[in-house]
């Protein structure tokens, strides 16, 4: 009986093998899995022809990608050497050796300077090279290159040097026993770009640095042709309180101008310009914020030997709130002309982001150039 039954499944198994086989030898046959089959075929043409085309593309843009790809590492360069990226794009040139009667005043602001470098660039580049310049702090250093007509250089001391380290760190205070590399700026930098000293020097053009006397907390201006030694004025003007010793003029201590003056305006009204030009490194609208009385006890202790020092540096924030004021109403009256940044200024005064200090060097150009036709109106009237 068993037999039987074994016979009969293996007869079923059998003939459900035959019958699968066929059915897939069937199934092969079929129109639809010729279908399949062409859809394969036609889908590996397509490819063939997509990867053919993208590899054509590739091709012929590989230039492109080349020049972009040497771009980005450009800029990555320059991130790496602590460069400003756009530092071929400052303006260049030298100014023309027109002169026009009148005073360029030049607030401080540290590396917010920046930002007056573009201006004057710009207004170098149109032939607005003012008679009289007095400057602040950075407003005296970027004066300089203004004075001598070399559109340019004190943006790229600033946009490509701001991380030498006897410009602004340790190497300038090992040697000048301040933040600010003064050796660097006058020895090193004449070197790299020599300073036009026959332009700097044109007894037609004035040059005044505002530095203040420690012993008296009074503003004292250096002119050009009757102090000493006008480069030693601009180092004491701009070297800033608790960061800096004070430098040696004629014997007596001085330091930062804008700690008496920030803004020298009424220097140049008191000399009878009929026209002046103000330049700002910060917004029109700025205003510092009153100190509390723990920066007049700071003062005092850094500055105990030179009391009238210590006074005038704790309201120094506050002679500039009044400044600011006092220079809206002028330019009100038509009095003076004024350029500030047209945007919130967000650079602090030892900014080491070098973009941001780039972005604000072509912000002064882009407001200068803003400026330039109600400028020469006002220079006209």
Known sequence: ?????????????????????????????????????????KVKEVSAEKVTSGMEKVRDSSASKIISAGIDAGKEKAKELKVYSGID???????????????????????????????????????????????????????????????????????????ESDYIGLGAIRKNDGIVGFDFLYNDLDKIEPLDKERFFDPERQLVAVATNCLTGEAE???????????????????????????????????????????????????????????????????????????????DVTYHNYPEFAAVLAKSDENYNRECDELDELEKEGRVFVISPSEPVTVSRMESDMEKLGELYFLGVEDAKRSLEALKEYLAK
């Open 1 to 41: 009986m068993k037999n039987k039954m074994t016979e009969k499944i293996e007869k079923v198994k059998e003939f459900s093998a035959e019958k699968i086989s066929s059915g897939v030898e069937k199934v092969r046959d079929s129109a639809a899995t010729k279908k399949v089959t062409e859809k394969i075929e």
């Open 221 to 299: 201006y250096f002119d050009r042709d009757t102090c000493s030694d006008i480069f030693q004025a601009i180092r004491a003007s701009a070297s800033l309180p608790f960061v800096s010793k004070t430098v040696d003029i004629g014997g007596k201590p001085y330091l930062d101008g804008g700690c008496a003056c920030k803004i020298p305006y009424r220097w140049a009204m008191e000399q009878g310009h009929e026209k002046i030009i103000v330049i700002k490194t910060r917004e029109k609208s700025f205003r510092k914020p009153v100190p509390k009385s723990q920066v007049e006890k700071v003062c």
């Open 89 to 163: 794009n400052v303006l260049t040139g030298t100014a023309s050796d027109d002169i026009i009667d009148g005073c360029m005043v030049l607030e401080g602001g540290a590396f917010r300077g920046v930002y007056t470098a573009g201006v004057l660039d710009y207004l170098m580049q149109n032939s607005i090279n003012m008679r009289s310049t007095v400057g602040v702090s950075a407003g005296a250093m970027t004066a300089v290159g203004y004075v001598s007509g070399q559109i340019g250089r004190s943006a790229r001391t600033n946009l490509r040097y701001r991380h």
